[in-house]
């Protein structure tokens, strides 16, 4: 808006510190901003339509308070993209914002629903804001899929002219297509890339939070989630040591991923809240980083180990509709489902003795889950019993997986092999037949 705003009576001007083209203005109607001393304002999203009676800024952290006539106030975290949108910033295609340093510390989490106090979930609360490192990004204009772009060619066509067949390649090329992602990197001071976050590829102002921690190291799910309790969170994984670290900006078109722009580096820093003494931070992140990475082939071995006993059971009922298989295969299969079932009772659970809620030597998971539970929700060192589960279970690890991979990739395969040689109806996870070949 080229007019400046209506203000209320008591509403203020505040001027940026560092850009004095920057101003703030509470009004009437809500919280302006202007980036080029006045001449033309713009209204903040995320203010109500409310009368603003005083602004002021925050100048350590950079932040903008609004006070309401209705005894409220808003503030908007951390507003120094401004800045470079005053200095010219949106006249990019692409544009990635100083990154501002963050504070490494464990949020509070209610045992409640979440971000709700002890007084119930039915209270007013305002949401924080997002721990860890705020990302600041800006497109010009959304990147197009083939699609879009052939469509707006069309659209722009005369309307008395008919609209050409684009073909079948091209229709079944647009279908394959993905669509356009934003990638933010986040690399540790040696350059090494420790997280990849999928931001939105759409034009405008977008803000996205890296957690200050690595990869979740657990499978992938795909599966839609349905109900889930509220003190039941996202998988997370264990966090980084303060330092510095950048942020870098990449599009992933069909022509593969270009890299926008320079890396913006920041600062994460520890808050100095210990009792028990500074930890070495550094030490700690390295035996969170080796108990995630157990964690990560724990759980994917798994999983193949459940995958196996669905293909023993597949085998088990073909078994029964193959007369010219030797009966000799049912022993073979029962020897297999011991050797899996033995695996399972080191790799996950006691199932005999869960049962009966009776108590059971501790799991290659289960201990690497107290570890994980325990530990990565919090910056202190790891205690002897935590660092004793991980050796134990680093050792049992390597004797269960080196026996899961001879029965999943000879034993379970060879059977496989006999019933398909046999003539058995098709099973899950059994190699490819000879096409030419007959049975």
């Given at each position: 808006?080229?007019?400046?705003?209506?203000?209320?009576?008591?509403?203020?001007?505040?001027?940026?510190?560092?850009?004095?083209?920057?101003?703030?203005?509470?009004?009437?109607?809500?919280?302006?901003?202007?980036?080029?001393?006045?001449?033309?304002?713009?209204?903040?999203?995320?203010?109500?339509?409310?009368?603003f009676r005083d602004v002021?800024?925050?100048r350590r952290d950079n932040d903008l308070v609004g006070a309401t006539f209705g005894r409220g106030f808003y503030i908007l975290d951390d507003y120094t993209p401004?800045?470079?949108?005053?200095?010219?910033?949106?006249?990019?295609?692409?544009?990635?914002?100083?990154?501002?340093?963050?504070?490494?510390?464990?949020?509070?989490?209610?045992?409640?629903?979440?971000?709700?106090?002890?007084?119930?979930?039915?209270?007013?609360?305002?949401?924080?804001?997002?721990?860890?490192?705020?990302?600041?990004?800006?497109?010009?204009?959304?990147?197009?899929?083939?699609?879009?772009?052939?469509?707006?060619?069309?659209?722009a066509l005369d309307s008395a002219a008919d609209v050409p067949f684009p073909g079948w390649e091209t229709l079944r090329s647009e279908?394959?297509?993905?669509?356009?992602?934003?990638?933010?990197?986040?690399?540790?001071?040696?350059?090494?890339?420790?997280?990849?976050?999928?931001?939105?590829?759409?034009?405008g102002l977008h803000r996205i939070a890296w957690d200050l921690r690595l990869p979740p190291p657990?499978?992938?799910?795909?599966?839609?989630?349905?109900?889930?309790?509220?003190?039941?969170?996202?998988?997370f994984g264990p966090l980084v040591a303060p330092g510095t670290?950048?942020?870098?900006?990449?599009?992933?078109?069909?022509?593969?991923?270009?890299?926008?722009?320079?890396?913006?580096?920041?600062e994460v820093s520890a808050i100095p809240s210990f009792t028990l003494g500074t930890p070495d931070f550094e030490a700690t992140a390295a035996f969170q980083r080796r108990t995630?990475?157990?964690?990560?082939?724990?759980?994917?071995?798994?999983?193949?180990?459940?995958?196996?006993?669905?293909?023993?059971?597949?085998?088990?009922?073909?078994?029964?509709?193959?007369?010219?298989?030797?009966?000799?295969?049912?022993?073979?299969?029962?020897?297999i489902a011991t050797a899996l079932a033995e695996l399972r009772l080191r790799l996950q659970t006691d199932d005999a003795r869960n049962r009966l809620n009776e108590s059971s030597v501790p799991t290659i998971l289960g201990r690497l889950g107290q570890v994980a539970y325990g530990h990565w929700q919090t910056r202190q060192a790891p205690t002897a019993t935590q660092r004793e589960s991980v050796e134990i279970a680093s050792s049992e690890f390597t004797e269960v997986s080196a026996a899961l991979t001879q029965t999943l990739e000879v034993d379970l395969p060879a059977l496989e092999a006999e019933m398909e040689a046999a003539g058995a109806p098709w099973t899950p996870g059994r190699k490819l037949p000879d096409p030419g070949s007959s049975s």
């Open positions: 808006s080229a007019d400046p705003p209506e203000r209320g009576g008591g509403g203020s001007i505040a001027q940026d510190h560092d850009v004095p083209d920057l101003l703030f203005a509470g009004a009437e109607s809500g919280l302006y901003a202007s980036v080029d001393r006045g001449r033309h304002w713009l209204k903040l999203g995320g203010a109500p339509t409310i009368s002021a800024i925050q401004l800045r470079d949108i005053a200095k010219g910033a949106l006249e990019h295609k692409t544009y990635l914002f100083p990154v501002r340093d963050a504070w490494l510390y464990i949020p509070s989490v209610p045992g409640q629903a979440a971000g709700k106090p002890s007084m119930g979930s039915d209270d007013y609360t305002a949401p924080n804001p997002p721990f860890g490192a705020i990302v600041t990004y800006h497109l010009a204009k959304a990147p197009e899929t083939a699609k879009e772009e052939r469509t707006a060619r069309e659209g279908a394959l297509e993905s669509e356009p992602q934003v990638l933010i990197t986040i690399r540790d001071s040696a350059g090494t890339a420790l997280r990849r976050l999928n931001a939105k590829a759409e034009a657990d499978p992938v799910n795909l599966e839609v989630p349905g109900f889930r309790p509220p003190w039941v969170e996202d998988p670290y950048t942020a870098e900006l990449a599009i992933l078109t069909r022509n593969g991923v270009e890299t926008l722009g320079e890396a913006r580096p920041f995630a990475d157990l964690l990560r082939r724990a759980q994917g071995a798994a999983r193949e180990l459940g995958r196996g006993g669905e293909r023993l059971r597949h085998l088990r009922a073909a078994l029964a509709e193959t007369p010219g298989a030797s009966p000799e295969l049912y022993r073979r299969l029962d020897e």
